[in-house]
């Protein structure tokens, strides 16, 4: 699919109309990529996150993207992993509802860190095929609508998954 496509990196970096961020519940900011997100956006990212009133697991909230070169950051709240069959529901609600937000917001480029695959303990190589499978079914299901998403792995591992998934 040419409007899906892999790079490897900090998703800080990029320069789109919006980056995900793998939020808390609260919205108030915590390690990971949440963390560099509130670091490179600078304080007004947690002034106006602080009013959202936080975020329910699989659900998606926008915000303005400040100093960072994303014009907006949507915040959403992957499950923490259990084991349970609810958490491959939850982790495709976070793609769709971001992407949902994203059109939404008439946005037409957006980059996805690997959701709930760090401290939140999902497995890589499932959460790829979650996030793959996702991402895929809303571009063929939004074909008339231009929408290029980016699929950022931080690591090396990520990446390769990755790759395998874009070629299925
Ligand atoms: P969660 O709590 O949802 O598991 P984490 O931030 O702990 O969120 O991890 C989610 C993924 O984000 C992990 O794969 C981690 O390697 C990756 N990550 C961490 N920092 C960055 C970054 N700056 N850019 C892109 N991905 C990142």
Redesign the pocket.
Known sequence: MENLKIIQ????KLTIDAIVN???KSLLG????????HQAAGPQLLAECRQLHGCETGQAKITKGYKLPAKFVIHT??P?YSGSKQDIELLKDCYINSLDLAKDHNLHSIAF??????????P?APAAHIAFTAVRNWLTEHSDYQMKIIM????AK?AELYRTEVKK
């Open positions: 990196g900090d998703i800080t793998a939020a808390n915590g390690l990971g990529v949440d963390g560099a997100i709240v992957g923490i860190p690997a959701i709930s695959t760090g401290a939140y303990g999902f890589a950022c792995a931080f690591d990520t």
